[in-house]
């Protein structure tokens, strides 16, 4: 099991750059697919992108709305994952959550039901 912690959340500009991170404690991260999340107010829980764990090959996949915006990356010495994100729009304003599984498999990565540990979420705000 794996407890997530986010960080890095905040107020930023249309078109600027944010990172979001997330601390992950507990065994067996490398082979931990770790996903992130983000819920709009009076919106589902969205995928935003998610980083496979070892037998993945450590693949990263995103969702088509921020695809070439945001880069997701994780450090297994640290036991961390970033969300490296740019060119920022005012539609990206959501509560960010980290997440991680295991047994996750490729067909239900997208789905927040396919993970077992969540973060309490981090805002971020693009405002124009």
């Known amino acids: 099991q794996v407890q997530p912690v986010e960080s890095g959340g905040g107020l930023v500009q249309t078109g600027g750059s944010l990172r979001l991170s997330c601390a992950a404690s507990?065994?067996?991260?490398?082979?931990?697919?770790l996903g992130w999340f983000r819920q709009a107010p009076g919106k589902e829980r969205e995928f935003v992108a998610v980083v496979r764990g070892s037998l993945g090959g450590y693949r990263p996949y995103y969702a088509d709305s921020v695809k070439g915006r945001f880069t997701i990356s994780r450090d297994n010495d640290k036991n961390t994952v970033f969300l490296q994100m740019s060119s920022l729009e005012a539609s990206d304003t959501a509560t960010y959550y980290c997440a991680a599984g295991t047994g996750v498999i490729l067909s239900n990565m997208r789905n927040s039901g396919a993970y077992d540990d969540w973060g309490q979420g981090t805002p971020v705000t693009v405002s124009s």
């Open positions: 507990g065994r067996n991260f490398r082979s931990t697919t």
